[in-house]
C-alpha cells in the first residue's frame, strides 16, 4: 500500500508565502512524476506544477514566478513553494505520484488527501 500524507496549509495574506509538502510512504520502487493540483469551490480539479524523477518542472502560467516546486527523491518527498499569493490561488490543494511498487506490472496514481489554502485580501 502507498499513501501520499501532505502538510498542513493555512490561511495568509494576499503577498505572503506558504508552503506545502507531500511525502509518500509505503510499498515504493520508484515515484515518477509528481504533480500539484488545485481545486476551488465549483471549479475542477487543475494542475498547478510537476516535476519528473529527472527534476524537470513545468507550472500553470498563471503560478509561474511565483510558485517552485521541488523534491526530495530521498525523502520520497515533494514540496510547493507559493510566494506572492493571490486570493485566486486559495484552493484546496492535492499532490499527486506515478509510483512503481513491488509486484505490480505498471506504475499506479496516487493521490494525497488535499490541503486547504486560504488568501485573504
Known amino acids: 500500500q502507498v499513501q501520499l500524507v501532505e502538510s498542513r496549509g493555512g490561511l495568509v495574506q494576499a503577498g505572503g508565502s506558504l508552503r506545502l509538502s507531500c511525502a509518500a510512504s509505503g510499498n515504493i520502487l520508484q515515484i515518477n512524476d509528481m504533480t500539484w493540483y488545485r481545486q476551488a469551490p465549483g471549479k475542477e480539479r487543475d494542475l498547478v506544477a510537476q516535476i519528473s524523477s529527472g527534476g524537470s518542472t513545468k507550472y500553470v502560467d498563471s503560478v509561474k514566478g511565483r510558485f517552485t516546486i521541488s523534491r526530495d527523491n530521498a525523502k520520497k518527498t515533494v514540496y510547493l513553494q507559493m510566494n506572492v499569493l493571490k486570493p485566486e490561488d486559495a484552493a484546496v490543494y492535492y499532490c499527486?505520484?506515478?509510483?512503481?511498487?513491488?509486484?505490480?506490472?505498471?506504475?499506479?496514481?496516487?493521490w494525497g488527501q488535499g490541503t486547504q489554502v486560504t488568501v485573504s485580501s
Open positions: 499527486n505520484a506515478r509510483i512503481w511498487s513491488s509486484g505490480i506490472s505498471s506504475p499506479r496514481s496516487y
